[in-house]
């Protein structure tokens, strides 16, 4: 996995949560650098070691996006969803995610990312 995220200089990108508490976002030069970067910066911003979990890992990268979820009742969480070929199918996972959102009982349900491969991060609105 590593050497195919190096060819072309090419980045994995990794996204690590504690839920309620914090989270890491980092593209870096292969999967085990970009997860060892997201769990420092989950720890940094509050998380707990235990509590830092990966949600995802691509290498490459590619373009990613992170969906904020919020249920009934008040507890939310981010779904991260990488490795799309463009930033158009990336928003077209965000959506899918969302599609039944009703039913799951989320009362909100949002792209607020979106990541290109470097790691460049582009709020809303997407254009």
Request: proline fraction near 4%.
């Amino acid at each position: 996995m590593a050497v195919q995220a190096q060819e072309g200089g090419r980045k994995a990108i990794a996204y690590v949560q504690a839920p309620e508490m914090s989270s890491g976002l980092c593209a870096e030069k292969d999967a085990a650098s970009a997860i060892d970067c997201a769990v420092k910066q989950c720890i940094e911003g509050g998380g707990t070691a235990e509590a830092c979990e990966v949600n995802a890992v691509c290498s490459p990268g590619n373009w990613s996006v992170d969906v904020f979820m919020m249920a009934d009742g008040g507890p939310h969480w981010h779904q991260f969803s990488c490795g799309w070929q463009s930033k158009e199918l990336a928003l077209k996972a965000a959506e899918l995610a969302c599609s039944n959102a009703q039913e799951s009982g989320l009362i909100e349900c949002t792209a607020v990312q979106l990541i290109d491969e470097d790691g460049s991060v582009t709020e809303p609105p997407f254009n």
